[in-house]
């Protein structure tokens, strides 16, 4: 991908420590899509912000360390980064304990990070962020801009799975993000579950969004592009955690998408590839080639 093609995109929300066994992890879901769309080859841009204590200053030095615009980073002497207890079963699936309040919580949108998303490619942004209203208020002004191509990753996270909100989110989007789970939970929870295509397909109605992404953990995934349907099965994988197997399967999706280079097939396919990589590995946002995952 040449600097003339490269897309610059920008991911709004929150920046956390995964406390895990084996130690802290800096993440957050945007802010791993943020990285990972950099190493990949985007200009990714992190909007949003941490406390002025230790956590703060190392979670900058990252972002700086792999090359990460911090234009859109932001310092809050009130309250603390952010901190996420990480519990992992046996079968590598993760449950999260999310400290509240915390820096991300006040993401604001100045005129730098209003005049970044404007000219961007696309915005990355997710339900999280937006727990508090600080940022529920914050977002509407990026949500308005008629430039960038939005990309809502719902990325449910009780109790901040607030459904109403999640559709209010939804409405501006180009393009749902979420897994099996969260499909049929936003359709109706208590229903039986419709086949996967019909149930994409009524989520497209209701949110008016013509493009659905629906991973499926082990078993691939699929996309709703307007009419088009598209699927990619699963591969198995030794899985080592599946903390930022999501958040590296949407930059990869991303990218390729946006790119336009490929059919949606062949960019769900790959995306799905390196969601499991990314499972194989500890950590969101573990080392690799990016020649091995972008498709030219």
């Not at 079968?91 to 961007?120: H, M």
């Not at 059919?263 to 990016?290: H, S």
């Amino acid at each position: 991908m040449t600097a003339t093609t490269t897309p610059k995109i920008v991911c709004y929300g929150e920046a956390l420590w995964d406390c895990l066994p084996e130690g802290l992890f800096f993440g957050g879901a945007p802010i791993n899509v943020a990285r990972h769309l950099q190493r990949l080859g985007a200009g990714a841009y992190p909007a949003t912000t941490l406390g002025e204590d230790f956590l703060g200053d190392e979670a900058l030095d990252r972002l700086k360390g792999e090359g990460l615009s911090t234009d859109l980073v932001r310092r809050d002497p009130d309250l603390p980064t952010g901190t996420v207890k990480v519990r992992i079963d046996a079968s590598g699936s993760a449950t999260y304990t999310i400290a509240q309040p915390v820096a991300w919580d006040r993401i604001p949108v100045d005129k730098a990070v209003l005049e970044r998303t404007r000219s961007a490619r696309a915005l990355v942004y997710g339900t999280l962020a937006q727990r508090e209203q600080d940022n529920r208020t914050a977002i509407q002004e990026l949500l308005k801009l008629d430039g960038p191509f939005k990309i809502y990753d719902v990325n449910l996270r009780p109790p901040f799975d607030d459904l109403a909100l999640v559709a209010e989110l939804a409405r501006p989007a180009d393009l749902l993000k979420v897994n099996e789970e969260e499909l049929y939970r936003l359709l109706d929870p208590d229903s039986e579950k419709q086949p996967l295509e019909e149930a994409a397909r009524r989520l497209a109605d209701q949110t008016g969004v013509l493009r659905v992404c629906v991973t499926r953990a082990e078993k691939g995934a699929v996309f709703l592009d307007h009419d088009r349907w598209f699927t990619a099965d699963g591969r198995p994988v030794e899985v080592r955690d599946t903390v930022g197997a999501g958040d590296g399967f949407l930059a990869s999706f991303a990218l390729n998408y946006l790119a336009g280079r490929h059919e949606p097939a062949k960019v769900l396919e790959n995306a799905c590839r390196f969601g499991e990589f990314i499972a194989t590995r500890d950590g969101a946002v573990p080392a690799y080639d990016p020649k091995d995952w972008v498709l030219v």
